[in-house]
C-alpha cells in the first residue's frame, strides 16, 4: 500500500518505519523536504521524502499527526485527497495538571473531517505511545495491544485495521467517526496514566472479551430499579 505521511515526527518517523519493514510504500511529508529526506534515508526499504504536497499525493493512505493544524492550511490543495484514508492520531494538548475540563462535543478527528470533506477520516493509534512502536510486531502480538478505529468509511476501517494488525496490534473496530470523542477522552486517559499516575510510555489499554462464565454463581444480571 501506498501511505503518504506528512510531517516527520515522533509518531509520524515511527509508524513509517514499521509499515516499511512490512513492505508498504512510504513517502514523508516536511515543511522542510531535506528533513524528510534525511528521515527516509536513515529508515531505508526504498522509503521516499519530500515536501507535504509530495506525499499528500503519493499516499492511497495519508497518515496525518499535525496537531491543530488543518490540511488546508498545510497542503497547497487538498483536491488531491478525494477519495483517501486520513489516519488521524492527533490528542489534544495537555493541561497543567492533567486537569482536563469537560468532554469535546467534537472531536479532532470530526474537524479533520470537516476541513477534507472529500476524504476518508479514520481515527486510530492515539493511544498508544511511540515508545511502544520500539517493539518489533512479534512481541507486540504476544501482549493483543489494542489499536481502536473509527470513521465513517467501513472500507477505510477495514484498511486501516490490517494496517494496525500489519505491525502487531490488535485491531478494534469502534464504528463511525463520532466514536472519536471516546477515542480522544481515552488518549487523554491513558497519557494521565503515562504521565500523571507515572506508569509511563510502555503502559496501553486494551479490550480484552473474556470467556463466559461457565456457571452462573452470582445470579444472572437483573435490570435496573
Ligand atoms: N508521541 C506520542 O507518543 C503520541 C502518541 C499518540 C498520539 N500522539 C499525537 O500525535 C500527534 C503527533 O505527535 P508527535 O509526538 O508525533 O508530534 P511531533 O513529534 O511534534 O510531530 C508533529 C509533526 O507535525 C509537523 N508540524 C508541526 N507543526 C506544523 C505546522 N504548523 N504545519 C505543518 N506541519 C507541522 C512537524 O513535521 P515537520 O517538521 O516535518 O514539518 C512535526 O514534526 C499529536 O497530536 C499527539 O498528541 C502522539
Given at each position: 500500500?501506498?501511505?503518504?505521511?506528512?510531517?516527520?515526527?515522533?509518531?509520524?518517523?515511527?509508524?513509517?518505519?514499521?509499515?516499511?519493514?512490512?513492505?508498504?510504500?512510504?513517502?514523508?511529508?516536511?515543511?522542510?523536504?531535506?528533513?524528510?529526506?534525511?528521515?527516509?534515508?536513515?529508515?531505508?526499504?526504498?522509503?521516499?521524502?519530500?515536501?507535504?504536497?509530495?506525499?499528500?499525493?503519493?499516499?492511497?493512505?495519508?497518515?496525518?499527526?499535525?496537531?491543530?493544524?488543518?490540511?488546508?492550511?498545510?497542503?497547497?490543495?487538498?483536491?488531491?485527497?478525494?477519495?483517501?484514508?486520513?489516519?488521524?492520531?492527533?490528542?489534544?494538548?495537555?493541561?497543567?495538571?492533567?486537569?482536563?475540563?469537560?468532554?469535546?462535543?467534537?472531536?479532532?478527528?470530526?474537524?479533520?473531517?470537516?476541513?477534507?470533506?472529500n476524504a476518508r477520516v479514520v481515527k486510530a493509534f492515539n493511544t498508544?505511545?511511540?515508545?511502544?512502536?520500539?517493539?518489533?510486531?512479534?512481541?507486540?502480538?504476544e501482549h493483543q495491544v489494542s489499536v481502536y478505529i473509527c470513521g465513517?468509511?467501513?472500507?477505510?476501517?477495514?484498511?486501516?485495521?490490517?494496517?494496525?494488525?500489519?505491525?502487531?496490534?490488535?485491531?478494534?473496530?469502534?464504528?463511525?467517526?463520532?466514536?472519536?470523542?471516546?477515542?480522544?477522552?481515552?488518549?487523554?486517559?491513558?497519557?494521565?496514566?503515562?504521565?500523571?499516575?507515572?506508569?509511563?510510555?510502555?503502559?496501553?489499554?486494551?479490550?480484552?472479551?473474556?470467556?463466559?462464565?461457565?456457571?452462573?454463581?452470582?445470579?444472572?444480571?437483573?435490570?435496573?430499579?
Amino acid at each position: 500500500m501506498k501511505i503518504g505521511l506528512i510531517g516527520t515526527g515522533n509518531m509520524s518517523r515511527s509508524l513509517g518505519i514499521l509499515w516499511a519493514e512490512q513492505g508498504h510504500e512510504i513517502f514523508w511529508g516536511s515543511r522542510d523536504p531535506n528533513k524528510a529526506k534525511s528521515v527516509a534515508e536513515f529508515a531505508g526499504h526504498n522509503t521516499q521524502g519530500g515536501t507535504n504536497d509530495e506525499a499528500a499525493e503519493f499516499g492511497e493512505v495519508i497518515f496525518y499527526s499535525v496537531r491543530g493544524v488543518m490540511p488546508s492550511t498545510v497542503l497547497s490543495s487538498t483536491d488531491c485527497l478525494a477519495g483517501k484514508i486520513i489516519l488521524d492520531c492527533n490528542n489534544r494538548d495537555i493541561p497543567e495538571g492533567f486537569a482536563y475540563g469537560p468532554l469535546m462535543a467534537e472531536s479532532l478527528a470530526e474537524k479533520l473531517a470537516v476541513d477534507v470533506p472529500n476524504a476518508r477520516v479514520v481515527k486510530a493509534f492515539n493511544t498508544i505511545a511511540q515508545e511502544v512502536f520500539e517493539l518489533s510486531p512479534e512481541p507486540l502480538q504476544e501482549h493483543q495491544v489494542s489499536v481502536y478505529i473509527c470513521g465513517d468509511d467501513l472500507e477505510a476501517r477495514q484498511t486501516t485495521m490490517t494496517l494496525a494488525k500489519d505491525i502487531g496490534f490488535n485491531p478494534i473496530d469502534c464504528g463511525p467517526l463520532r466514536s472519536a470523542r471516546m477515542l480522544e477522552a481515552l488518549g487523554d486517559f491513558i497519557r494521565f496514566m503515562i504521565g500523571g499516575m507515572g506508569l509511563g510510555p510502555y503502559a496501553t489499554i486494551s479490550v480484552n472479551v473474556l470467556p463466559e462464565a461457565s456457571q452462573q454463581r452470582l445470579g444472572r444480571r437483573q435490570s435496573g430499579s
